[in-house]
């Protein structure tokens, strides 16, 4: 075999291998490794990504981009002060929702936002209600997936003021969100169809 020939092969080689690389960038396929640490990581929120977002590739990519940002903070429990602090809190939110359930969910956020501020989690962005409280449910989802999930099911009812029944779901969803961040406070929904009297002793509780 001549020189020439070799050069043909060499050259044939290396094109093959180009163009293999470039499929493999330019493919929504990843790692599997990568792909299962991601699901066991987030959760119930890799499916809400992954829906929202329409494209797996994106969708680790943004999850990626979550854990990245986690790795910048330094996340701590707690402490018995605290955690009575923000259950006192809680009963005051859910105590407002019988007269004011819209006003009772922005402070149910706002609850949330203190609580992750003060344990570690990066400072609220700047930008419109909504858009803040999206960027802290990214950051809790490292660490809260299955919870945060459960908000994301329910903001498509928040802006319905006229449904009770659907903002006190949303209620539920940020108080599972806020035990998960600072642990079992025994805290208990209203119930669903209790007089205002009612539901104020049991929120209450």
């Avoid at 990519?61 to 809680?90: C, G, H, I, M, N």
């Avoid at 802290?136 to 999930?149: C, I, N, P, T, Y």
Wanted: charged residues 35%; hydrophobic residues 35%; aromatic residues 4%.
């Amino acid at each position: 075999m001549d020189t020439t020939t070799f050069i043909i092969i060499g050259a044939a080689v290396v094109l093959i291998v180009a163009v293999a690389l470039v499929l493999s960038f330019g493919s929504d396929k990843v790692p599997m490794g990568n792909r299962t640490r991601l699901r066991k990581r987030f959760g119930d929120e890799y499916d809400h990504v992954l829906m929202t977002s329409g494209d797996t590739k994106s969708a680790e990519r943004e999850l990626s981009r979550r854990l990245d940002r986690r790795k910048e903070v330094r996340v701590r429990r707690p402490t018995d002060e605290e955690a009575a602090r923000y259950r006192q809190a809680w009963i005051d939110v859910q105590q407002r929702f019988v007269d004011d359930p819209a006003r009772s969910l922005r402070d149910s956020r706002q609850v949330l936002t203190d609580a992750a501020v003060a344990l570690g989690y990066p400072e609220e962005p700047s930008g419109t209600d909504d858009d803040a409280f999206e960027h802290r449910l990214a950051d809790l989802s490292a660490d809260h997936g299955d919870e945060v999930a459960a908000v994301h099911r329910t903001v498509r009812t928040e802006t319905d003021t006229t449904d009770t029944e659907h903002l006190r779901e949303v209620l539920v969803a940020h108080r599972a969100l806020l035990e998960s961040l600072v642990g079992d406070m025994g805290l208990r929904p209203a119930k669903r169809g209790a007089g205002k009297r009612e539901q104020t002793q049991e929120v209450a509780r």
